[in-house]
């Protein structure tokens, strides 16, 4: 027979000076777990330094320089490539059935700069508007809309689906194109290209 055990109070942690090797030490930790932009690296470097701060009477100033540096020296050896992320990111959001100007918007959300944005969507093909069908053929067929479902319903639902079309960033003439295909055959035949 076991007793119920009280769980032990957590010891608070000991304060860390936030050095350049520390600094260094939590950029790598965090980046064998996640992918990082530099602002997102320079942005949680911070967030963990700020409260040691006070117990090692250092500056902000000192702080976010050599945090700077950290994150310089991260770009440098390979570790942060943010026109790479930035272009990977591109292609997952349009392999996904992501619009343009959804992934546009994700991409300026995730602070990177104009120029990686540019290229992240111009890497994605030169013909916009036949990627947002690809990618709107992707997103029926994922949510089941339009011609996959039975022909009794889908015309009291089409309102509906090109609202969700709308929604995520689709032009009307797209959403109606694949919300009206005759037939998921012809959704196969937008998401390969071979309209």
Not at 59 to 64: A, D, F, N, Y
Not at 88 to 103: D, E, F, L, P
């Amino acid at each position: 027979m076991t007793e119920d055990k009280k769980p032990k109070a957590k010891r608070p942690k000991k304060p860390v000076e936030p050095t350049p090797k520390w600094l260094r030490d939590q950029a790598l930790r965090y980046l064998n777990r996640f992918p990082a932009t530099s602002h997102k690296m320079a942005r949680h470097l911070i967030d963990k330094a700020t409260p040691q701060l006070e117990h090692f009477d250092l500056s902000e100033e000192k702080l976010k320089e050599d945090v700077t540096k950290v994150v310089e020296d991260m770009i440098k050896a390979g570790f942060i490539n943010n026109t790479e992320f930035a272009a990977s990111k591109a292609r997952v959001m349009a392999r996904q059935g992501r619009s343009i100007a959804q992934i546009g918007l994700k991409l300026q959300e995730m602070e990177f700069s104009e120029s990686d944005q540019a290229r992240a969507l111009d890497e994605l093909g030169e013909d916009r508007h036949a990627l947002d069908r690809m990618a709107a053929a992707r997103f029926v067929k994922r949510r089941r809309f339009g011609p996959y479902k039975p022909e009794e319903t889908r015309s009291e639902r089409r309102n509906k689906e090109l609202a969700s079309l709308a929604r995520q960033g689709f032009s009307f003439d797209v959403a109606t194109l694949v919300i009206d295909a005759k037939s998921a055959d012809v959704i196969e035949a937008i998401i390969y290209g071979e309209d």
